[in-house]
């Protein structure tokens, strides 16, 4: 059995696959001249699959398709099944790890201060996992999900143990303090989200902060620029056109990062655990290391106490909030720039499945597109807030450490 994997998958799933079955890196097989019969794909978003980008299968179509993400928008799902070819994907694997990185974002930007109103848009995995961390804090919440509302009265039952979801309206998420995105890619009808605000609602929302973690278009990035110059305050990790994106938005942006939200050590273990599931039932033979499902096994991270104010600590569980700033840099001067090292960084090289292919080269202004990727597939993997550990002082004077889930230290 041959399966061709992404490179950036390829040790994680060696670790969890049987030595008889080969594994033929995504890079390699794509160079072949004539395209070898395979059984089987295990991609990432990065990588398109439709007719287009593989019209051999009309002919010679693989088994499978495990694509080790959460969303679907990067294959023709359609296409696939109409060709006998099973797809999988990894719903809600990283959810927690995007929420930490909402939360940390809205902290991050308003100084450890912000206790108005969130709004959330798309009430899914990842959405309720905002919601979630959101309410332990105190704040507000309203929720904008009109599919969801409408799949909970067609059949007649409740999807949520707590009662009925009821959706917000478009104007009472406008009307909140900060709005974060989470939906699908849908292009046209009812439920269109590329994209869901342009210039009309933008102007006339009360929004301050914006984060947008979802799908790149689902807010207009003209509009979300000139939002921006005008004192809103974005986060933006996702880009429409990525890895080539406006840096014109990337500067106006306060925080900037390369399509990391959900990565962590932990959200890693998920799609692996889940990916090896998909493989056992599509009939692939598998062996699984049992650290390889046991995301409580990764060695916890204890902070310092040399902290000097809440934008510190913030950068401290979640190094991206500093290292923002880099890659902003980078990106606009179009030149590599050495990752900054925070105090946890060795665990994060030597972590499972961490994402490091060397170091950083060179990159020309023209080479911007390499560069994001690098940013993006070269960052350590950190660690999740409930494998955080915190002294009794910093949980004292920084008492939200304890309700979005780091531990006391003993």
């Given at each position: 059995?041959k399966?061709?994997?992404d490179?950036?998958?390829?040790?994680?799933?060696q670790?969890?696959i049987?030595?008889?079955?080969t594994?033929?890196?995504?890079?390699?097989?794509?160079l072949?001249?004539?395209?070898?019969?395979v059984?089987?794909?295990i991609?990432?978003?990065?990588?398109?699959?439709d007719?287009e980008?593989?019209?051999?299968?009309i002919?010679?179509?693989?088994?499978?398709?495990?694509t080790a993400?959460?969303?679907i928008?990067?294959i023709?799902?359609?296409?696939?099944t109409?060709?006998?070819?099973?797809?999988r994907h990894?719903?809600?694997?990283?959810a927690?790890?995007v929420?930490?990185?909402?939360?940390?974002?809205?902290l991050?930007?308003s100084?450890?201060?912000f206790?108005g109103?969130?709004?959330?848009v798309?009430?899914?995995?990842t959405?309720?996992?905002?919601?979630?961390l959101?309410?332990?804090?105190g704040?507000?919440?309203?929720?904008?999900?009109?599919?969801?509302?409408?799949?909970?009265?067609?059949f007649?039952?409740?999807?949520q143990?707590?009662?009925?979801?009821?959706s917000s309206?478009m104007d009472?998420?406008?009307a909140?303090d900060a709005?974060?995105?989470?939906?699908p890619?849908?292009?046209?009808?009812?439920?269109?989200?590329?994209?869901?605000w342009?210039?009309?609602?933008?102007?006339?929302?009360?929004t301050?902060?914006?984060?947008?973690?979802?799908?790149?278009g689902?807010i207009?990035?003209?509009?979300?620029?000139?939002?921006?110059?005008?004192?809103?305050?974005l986060?933006?990790d996702?880009w429409?056109?990525?890895?080539?994106?406006?840096?014109?938005l990337?500067?106006?942006?306060t925080?900037?990062t390369?399509?990391?939200?959900?990565?962590?050590?932990?959200?890693?273990?998920?799609?692996?655990?889940?990916?090896?599931?998909?493989l056992?039932?599509?009939g692939?033979?598998?062996?699984?290391?049992?650290q390889?499902n046991q995301?409580?096994?990764?060695s916890?991270?204890?902070?310092?106490?040399d902290?000097?104010?809440?934008?510190?600590?913030?950068?401290a569980?979640h190094?991206?909030m500093?290292r923002?700033?880099v890659f902003?840099?980078?990106?606009?001067?179009?030149?590599?720039?050495?990752?900054?090292q925070?105090q946890?960084?060795d665990?994060?090289h030597?972590?499972?499945?961490?994402?490091?292919?060397?170091?950083?080269?060179?990159?020309?202004?023209?080479?911007?597109?390499?560069?994001f990727k690098?940013?993006r597939?070269?960052t350590?993997?950190?660690?999740?807030?409930?494998r955080i550990?915190a002294s009794?002082?910093?949980?004292?004077?920084y008492?939200?450490?304890?309700?979005?889930g780091?531990?006391?230290?003993?």
């Open positions: 059995m399966i061709v994997v490179r950036q998958l390829l040790d994680g799933i670790k969890v049987a030595p008889n079955v594994c033929i890196p995504l890079e390699a097989y794509a072949e001249n004539h395209r070898p019969f059984d089987g794909f991609i990432r978003s990065v990588t398109r699959i007719k980008t593989y019209p051999e299968w002919n010679s179509p693989p088994s499978f398709v495990i993400t959460a969303g928008d990067h023709d799902t359609e296409w696939l109409a060709h006998g070819i099973h797809w990894c719903p809600g694997a990283n927690h790890a929420a930490e990185y909402v939360i940390a974002s809205v991050w930007m100084q450890g201060s206790q109103s969130l709004g959330i798309g009430v899914g995995a959405g309720q996992a905002v919601e979630s959101a309410k332990e804090l704040w507000d919440v309203v929720l904008y999900d009109p599919p969801r509302a409408r799949a909970a009265q067609d007649g039952r409740e999807m143990p707590a009662g009925p979801f009821r309206t009472d998420i406008m909140c709005v974060t995105f989470h939906v890619r849908v292009i046209g009808g009812e439920d269109a989200t590329m994209p869901l342009s210039h009309e609602e933008l102007q006339n929302a009360k301050f902060w914006i984060i947008q973690a979802s799908r790149g689902t207009d990035e003209d509009a979300l620029y000139h939002w921006a110059k005008r004192g809103g305050q986060a933006c996702v429409h056109g990525e890895p080539s994106i406006r840096l014109d990337l500067e106006a942006a925080l900037a390369p399509h990391i939200a959900g990565y962590s050590i932990q959200s890693r273990l998920n799609v692996f655990a889940q990916v090896t599931k998909h056992e039932s599509l692939v033979p598998v062996q699984v290391p049992k390889a995301a409580g096994e990764v916890p991270v204890t902070l310092s106490d902290v000097t104010s809440a934008k510190e600590l913030i950068e569980i190094p991206w500093a923002s700033s902003k840099a980078a990106m606009l001067e179009g030149h590599s720039h050495p990752l900054g925070s946890y960084d665990q994060f030597d972590g499972p499945f961490a994402e490091n292919d060397g170091p950083f080269t060179e990159a020309k202004p023209h080479h911007r597109e390499g560069l690098q940013w597939t070269q350590p993997l950190r660690t999740e807030f409930r550990y009794e002082p910093l949980h004292t004077t008492p939200w450490l304890m309700k979005i780091v531990q006391k230290a003993s």
